[in-house]
């Protein structure tokens, strides 16, 4: 049984920075990537930010500058530093992982956190 748990969400004014975090429990191993996707309200889900098992990372146009992308590996965890927020940026955030689990490469889904931005 694989868990991603998430935290740190919230809400904060305009301009305001959070950091969310998502750390993998269970028979997972050989985490490779990992990151952040986020759904606004009536929108698609959308990539926001990924960073690789070396470090790499890849930021959707609307993230770069503003959100930070990074890994502790022996944590199996995740965070994403978002600075300079706008209400655009009003979303659920859910982290993923891909591991490896009973032999099998596959991706893990957080629940969720919700973040608010406020005019």
């Known amino acids: 049984q694989v868990q991603l748990v998430e935290s740190g969400g919230g809400l904060v004014q305009a301009g305001g920075s959070l950091r969310v975090s998502c750390t993998a429990s269970g028979s997972i191993f050989s985490i490779n990537d990992m990151g952040w996707y986020r759904q606004a309200p009536g929108k698609q889900r959308e990539l926001v930010a990924t960073?690789?098992?070396?470090?790499?990372?890849n930021y959707a146009d609307s993230a770069k500058g503003r959100f930070t992308i990074s890994r502790d590996n022996a944590k199996n965890t995740v965070y994403l530093q978002m600075n300079n927020l706008n209400p655009e940026d009003t979303a659920v955030y859910y982290c993923?992982?891909?591991?490896?689990?009973?032999?099998?490469?596959?991706?893990?889904w957080g629940q969720g956190t919700q973040v608010t931005v406020s005019s």
């Open positions: 960073v690789t098992s070396s470090g790499s990372t």
């Open positions: 993923y992982v891909v591991g490896r689990s009973r032999g099998i490469f596959s991706t893990y």
